[in-house]
């Protein structure tokens, strides 16, 4: 397998995958460029081939609910009470994203991370709540990022809030993960509760836990599975409870295990002749869990959870990197550090917060655009802070793309996601897209195009014309004055690339998940 | 003259000025600690006179509505379409302030730098407009910064937008300054008849043009003025006309005139055995100038004019630095660049942005927290990013005592600026303000009390209750959560603040101003 990975790469990755139709256009208008660019980002991933002597390890952390404007590099980190030195080093270290994208809520942006594609192409386009159906998820049809990696000769292993399904087919061990340590839900249903007040007491007089929703008892003892619970699954073995997500407490421990094993697993990896992929859906910054050592982060005025789980989380980020140094690996490591979405105001003032309008759930950038932070010693030049547009799914594809098997990602489906090593690596105006649909559950919510964004407003267009805004999002970030004029020449490309973008979803149609499946 | 300058300080700068009243408690709680402070700072002011031969030159840069969220540092710049690299250098090699703070408009914060005191105890808390009555402005009885760094043996020049009183004894020339070439308001009409579209016209039908307000023309024969015109005053010889600023054209050319000029007066003025204070009131970004030149700034999709001022006064603000380190004076001089107010979005999409909600005129975040940066070779360690609280007026006292003439500050009425050299020099957490006024016109607005933020809502507090909401900056800085409820503590404390500070002005009443004066 060793000499395998080592082969030589073509000059020109060939791609066998198949794109959404906005791509192919661009890949015309640049492919001169684009080719001139790949002979020398090849070159660059030769040489460091060459130097460690297989792929590069890739780790992939995916916060929880942290809005543009919580990290100290986006203006917030102490001026929100919560420094983040470790999160800042890596901007200054390596290329903080000003234009990059989730999906606008959770388990949408764990699909689209897992699989490369807009999750409302995979069937699954909304938030799983505890004792849903049963069938909404991670599709065991999808193609996950790690069964590509694992193909490409990769130790593969996820640690952290898994949220795409709940059954055995779609657990992490059945997705191409070989080691996975996960809890399924947010855990902590304190957290809904207002934990804050209630740290201390046990049982809260009156309200309603989840475990009381209908169907919830039944669908634990049909599956076997406490839905609080978390889990360690092997690949081919399945997978056991280790412990249960049912207090503040539990959520700290959890954390706390999940950095000690990631720390372990790279130090039993880092000599392998394979490389790694660590994907970790870290908790933070739910608001559900409250460390006591970090409850007291400076210039928050009291308890505030989500305050402290940011600390909690920037000292783990801290020993990642350490590990990485030590190991003497971290010159052959990616690591993207994004966020899943926007804040959650609701759980104010335990809540994210960003400088952009809207919030999780929204595709107003509030919701959608992230904090992102690639950090790559070596190959990423420090100090980068690009404007170009970057979005979860590109993950999948960079990650394709780095691995070797560019040319084996899926081609009888449609991957969304575009490969930005020519942004990781040559550096600002060298991103790949110009274009992004923002999904709205399973309809197209907002589209961007270069500066320009035209949200879809449901229901309007009967006057004859579109039901349309269009803003220009570097004037006016905080979409605060959307016009139509002057962009009126702006509504027919806008719709031919929304027409070219459904017409291709007769040829590879949205996944339909449902109870006869 | 020279002799006593370099005469050595008192360990502790005795003040004989007047503060306001919360600071002789912060005072009182930190005298052990600030008293250790100041004999540290002499020591670097005294080593650098040493080297230097003389004080230590200040200029300071007044920006027009550039808001929280404009240049580079402030994740504005190229985000923004028009990159600022020379602004983000300043704050990379100095010190950006997250909490600076202005007045709400353009008048009230000229007036504040210039007295160090809230415009509303210099009787004139208002923007003044063409024509208006001529008694409102910088009242001769106001000491300026200027009047007190004269005294102090400084040479004293002012370039840009005075904007504080048309009359002649209201002037720069007779308000301290030795040389001022300057506008009186903001010239370039063609700005607010919507200058993006009628770049090249001369005439627009039936617009209104401010000539035409009643009684301007009546105004300008009274005083022998233009009040489009731009003037160059002396010290002791009065002023005369240089030109108008009737076109876009003309305020581009203005802006060239007056970084030359700066350039040419610092040349100048770097061998003398006197140190100088240049107050530097740009233009920029005012959306009335257009300069050709720049009109193209990148990522912005047409012509913008406040983009293509940004763009020309980083430029101006290159030639600045690159003449001071020419000099060999780098080292000697603070420079510090500061906004006058927030955006005024009326203007959009030639319009500053901010991240904070609401806009100039406000005293909401958006309207009266700024960018501003500091910087000074040698002195201030480079990439700070305090949070420390920063207010306009403190500008006036730390020019003081930079100047050795701390003692001497005006000890005849309230002096609201707070000396923040410790901050400057000894850095974050060593500023000396935890309290701030923020006036709305003649009354106040919002208090500011370490990070909590009370809005005085008028005409409320009928049902008995204070008529309050107060606000964590630091959990909310966009203000959207307002609340009483968990700060119900809060509320005597920003009351007693306020009585304390109303009950001073007994003694030290505002200045009333009027036409009998």
Not at 200 to 205: D, F, H, Q, S, T
Request: aromatic share 10%; charged share 25%.
């Amino acid at each position: 397998m060793a000499t395998l990975l080592i082969a030589p790469m073509p000059a020109i990755p060939v791609s066998a995958q198949q794109h959404d139709a906005w791509y192919y256009e661009s890949l015309k208008r640049n492919k001169r460029s684009w080719s001139q660019e790949d002979k020398e980002i090849n070159k660059k991933l030769a040489a460091l081939e060459k130097r460690f002597g297989k792929k590069p390890n890739i780790i992939y952390i995916l916060a929880d609910d942290v809005g543009w404007g919580e990290p100290g590099c986006y203006m917030g980190g102490k001026l929100r009470g919560t420094p983040t030195p470790t999160l800042d080093r890596m901007a200054d270290k390596g290329m903080m994203f000003l234009q990059a994208y989730a999906e606008p809520s959770c388990t949408p942006t764990r699909l689209a991370i897992n699989t490369g594609r807009h999750p409302a192409r995979t069937g699954c386009n909304t938030v799983l709540w505890p004792g849903g159906p049963s069938y909404l998820g991670l599709a065991p049809e999808e193609r996950t990022i790690a069964e590509v990696l694992s193909d490409a000769g990769y130790h593969t292993a996820m640690w952290g809030k898994w949220h795409v399904g709940d059954t055995p087919e779609m657990a992490p061990e059945a997705q191409g993960y070989d080691y996975a340590h996960y809890g399924l839900y947010n855990g902590a249903v304190w957290g809904w509760l207002g934990v804050e007040h209630l740290y201390n007491r046990k049982e809260v007089a009156g309200s309603a836990h989840w475990y009381d929703f209908p169907g919830v008892k039944e669908y634990e003892e049909k599956y076997g599975i406490h839905l609080d619970g978390y889990m360690r699954g092997i690949k081919g073995k399945g997978r056991e409870e280790t412990g249960r997500l049912t207090s503040p407490e539990d959520m700290t421990k959890f954390e706390d295990i999940s950095i000690k094993e990631i720390c372990e697993f790279i130090d039993e990896k880092a000599g392998s002749d394979k490389p790694f992929f660590i994907y970790w859906a870290t908790y933070a910054q739910q608001i559900a869990s409250s460390p006591r050592k970090y409850r007291h982060a400076e210039g928050v005025d009291h308890v505030n959870n989500q305050a402290a789980q940011l600390a909690q989380h920037n000292d783990h980020l801290d020993q990642l990197l350490k590990t990485l140094e030590d190991e003497g690996i971290a010159e052959n490591t990616l690591v993207v550090w994004y966020s899943d979405n926007g804040p959650m105001y609701a759980f104010y003032p335990n809540a994210g917060f960003s400088y952009l309008r809207g919030e999780k759930g929204d595709v107003l950038e509030g919701g959608v655009r992230v904090p992102a932070i690639a950090y790559w010693p070596g190959m990423i030049k420090p100090g980068q802070k690009p404007i170009d547009l970057l979005h979860v799914t590109d993950m999948f594809t960079t990650a394709g793309r780095l691995a070797g098997v560019y040319d084996k990602l899926p081609d009888d489906r449609i991957i969304d996601g575009v490969d930005q090593t020519a942004l990781l690596l040559m550096g600002e105006g060298h991103g790949r897209r110009n274009m992004m649909f923002h999904y709205s559950g399973a309809n197209i919510g907002a589209v961007r195009m270069d500066q320009y964004k035209m949200h879809i407003i449901p229901g309007g267009g009967s006057s004859g014309l579109p039901s349309m805004k269009i803003y220009n999002i570097i004037r006016d970030p905080r979409e605060e004055h959307g016009k139509m004029y002057p962009y009126l020449y702006l509504v027919s490309p806008f719709q031919s690339k929304i027409a070219e973008h459904n017409e291709m979803k007769k040829k590879f149609p949205d996944r339909v998940l449902g109870p006869t499946k």
